[in-house]
Nanobody
Framework: VQLQASGGGLVQAGGSLRLSCAASGRTFNSYAWFRQAPGTEREFVAGLRRRRDTTYNADLVKGRFIISRDNAKNTIYLQMNSLIPEDTAVYYC????????????????????WGQGTLVTVSS
């Protein structure tokens, strides 16, 4: 089982990026994106439960980031719009076989599988 994240890079404030996370080996029931800036803890960004395609966004990215998935490719995406310098971080995708409830979606410990991280840098 492997999660391969990609799509990070350098972008100016106000710009957009789309991150991808390709899952191989199996299909999961819950997915999420987290991020971690230097010197900070890993924080939840957005999550998706495969049942009914229910999505959750952290308050700090609501209205700017969208999580989605492509079943055929077994890939999840994070479309990031209106980026600000505070969005600079390493972004990680995560997955679990559990159908997470909303209160568990944002917990690092809820996920068994993690991608390697992709760096997003937003310049001012």
């Amino acid at each position: 089982v492997q999660l391969q994240a990609s799509g990070g890079g350098l972008v100016q404030a106000g710009g957009s990026l789309r991150l991808s996370c390709a899952a191989s080996g199996r299909t999961f029931n819950s997915y999420a994106w987290f991020r971690q800036a230097p010197g900070t803890e890993r924080e939840f960004v957005a999550g998706l439960r495969r049942r009914r395609d229910t999505t959750y966004n952290a308050d700090l990215v609501k209205g700017r980031f969208i999580i989605s998935r492509d079943n055929a490719k077994n890939t999840i995406y994070l479309q990031m719009n209106s980026l600000i310098p505070e969005d600079t971080a390493v972004y990680y995708c995560a997955a679990t076989s559990a159908n997470l409830i909303s209160s568990s979606m944002g917990r690092v410990g809820s996920y068994e599988y993690w991608g390697q991280g992709t760096l997003v840098t937003v310049s001012s």
